[in-house]
C-alpha cells in the first residue's frame, strides 16, 4: 500500500504549465516538510522543491521563479504548480517525505513529465 500517490503528469510543449498532485493517504505531510523530487533519464533524483509545516518553502535554482510548491492540509495534499516548463524539466516527478527521502524510502510511482522543444 502506497502512502503518497503523485498525478497530473503529462505531455506539454516548451512554455506550457502542469500542475502536479500527491495525495496523502496517512498524515505525513502534516507533520512532516515535504519535498517534490524528479528524475530524468541517466541522471539521479534530485530535489525539485519543498515544504515544511509551517509553509516554509524552498526551490532548486533551476526551477526558481517557475514552479509553486503548495500544501492543502484538509485534503492531505501538495501541489506543484509548473509554468513555463522546458525540455529540461521532464523527467517522473515524485513526492515525499524529506526524512523518509533522504533515506532512499517510501518512492510511490511517480508520474511522468515530458516537455517537448
Known amino acids: 500500500q502506497v502512502q503518497l500517490v503523485e498525478s497530473g503528469g503529462g505531455l506539454v510543449q516548451a512554455g506550457g504549465s502542469l500542475r502536479l498532485s500527491c495525495v496523502d493517504s496517512?498524515?505525513?505531510?502534516?507533520?512532516?516538510?515535504m519535498g517534490w523530487y524528479r528524475q530524468a533519464p541517466g541522471k539521479q533524483r534530485e530535489l525539485v522543491a519543498s515544504?515544511?509545516?509551517?509553509?516554509?518553502?524552498n526551490y532548486a535554482d533551476s526551477v526558481k521563479g517557475r514552479f509553486t510548491i503548495s500544501r492543502d492540509n484538509a485534503k492531505n495534499t501538495i501541489f506543484l504548480q509548473m509554468n513555463s516548463l522546458k525540455p529540461e524539466d521532464t523527467a517522473v516527478y515524485y513526492c515525499?517525505?524529506?526524512?523518509?527521502?533522504?533515506?532512499?524510502?517510501?518512492w510511490g510511482q511517480g508520474t511522468q513529465v515530458t516537455v517537448s522543444s
Open positions: 496517512g498524515r505525513l505531510l502534516r507533520s512532516n516538510t
Open positions: 515544504i515544511t509545516t509551517s509553509s516554509t518553502t
Open positions: 515525499n517525505a524529506r526524512t523518509l527521502a533522504v533515506r532512499s524510502l517510501n
